[in-house]
C-alpha cells in the first residue's frame, strides 16, 4: 500500500512510495485555479483533510482558496506574482479525494461556481514535486507529442523571463492564455497529445505516471523539480459543478510502453 501525510491547514499531500527509489512526492491538488483572465484561488489554507476507507478527502470554501504565498493582492481586485499582474477572480469553492491503492493513486478535484456569472476556460494548476530524487532530470520526464515520445530534454528547451519554467500546450488548440502562466512559463514549440507523464528513474527503472483526464497543458519547473498539469475544466456556468479525474501510478515498463496505455 502506498503511504502518504497531509500536511495539514493545506491541499498538499505527500505520497511515498517505498521501497521503488522514487522516494517521496509532494503533491499538490490544486496549487491554484485559473482563468484566461487571471486567478480565482491560489495556495489555499486553512482545510481540514477527512479520513474515509481508503483515503482522503477535502472541501475548500471560498474564504479559504487565497492564501498567503508570492501571489500577493496589489491593488483591489489584481494581484501580482512574480511581477506579471492579473486580475482576481471571484473565488471558485472546490472539492478534492483520493484513493490509495497498492502502486496507484486516484484521484479527483471538483469545481463550483456559486456566482451569477460564468467563468471561462477554469482550470487548475496540480504540481508534483519530487522531493528525494538527485536522479530526476530532463532526459527523465516523457510525454507524448506530436513527434512521437519524447523527453522534455529532446524538445529543446528554451530560456525565457525565468528560466527554469516550461510548459508544453496540450492538443492542437489555441494554446491556453492566462497572463500569469504566460509571463513565468515559457511555452516550448513542441506540443503534447496527451495529460500524461512518465517520470522514470535513471538508475532501477522505476516509473511514476502522473495521468490527468484533460489538460490544456503540462509543464514543470526543473530547478524545483516537479511535473505538473493543468487541469481542464472548461466554462463553469453559473450554479454548476464539474469534476476531473486523474491518477499517480508507480509502474515498470519502458515510458513507450507506459504513454501507450489508456487514459
Known sequence: MIQYEVIPGTSQVYVV??????????????EGVV??????????????????????RQGAAGDQVFGPGNVKE???????????????????PWNSSFVFGDTRVDFSLSVHNPHDHTLSD????????????PWWDLESCFFKTEQGIMSIAQTKWIDGRFPSFQK???GPEAPYD????????TSNQVRATLPMWVVQHSENGSSILFVCESAYYIHCNMSNPCNDIALKFGDVQPGQTVERH?????????PE?????SI
Open 246 to 254: 486523474g491518477y499517480i501510478e508507480l509502474a515498470e515498463g519502458t
Open 35 to 56: 482563468t484566461p483572465r487571471g486567478c480565482a484561488g491560489v495556495y489555499p489554507s486553512g482545510m481540514k483533510w477527512l479520513e474515509h476507507d481508503s483515503g482522503l
Open 74 to 92: 496589489v491593488e483591489p481586485g489584481v494581484i501580482e506574482c512574480c511581477g506579471v499582474r492579473s486580475v482576481k477572480e471571484a473565488a471558485l
Open 17 to 30: 512510495f517505498d521501497g521503488s527509489g522514487i522516494g517521496r512526492c509532494k503533491f499538490w491538488l490544486p
Open 122 to 133: 477554469a482550470c487548475a494548476v496540480l504540481c508534483l514535486k519530487f522531493m528525494d530524487a
Open 178 to 185: 492566462n497572463p500569469v502562466q504566460n509571463g513565468i512559463w
Open 257 to 261: 510502453a507506459l504513454l501507450t496505455r
Open 168 to 170: 508544453w500546450h496540450v
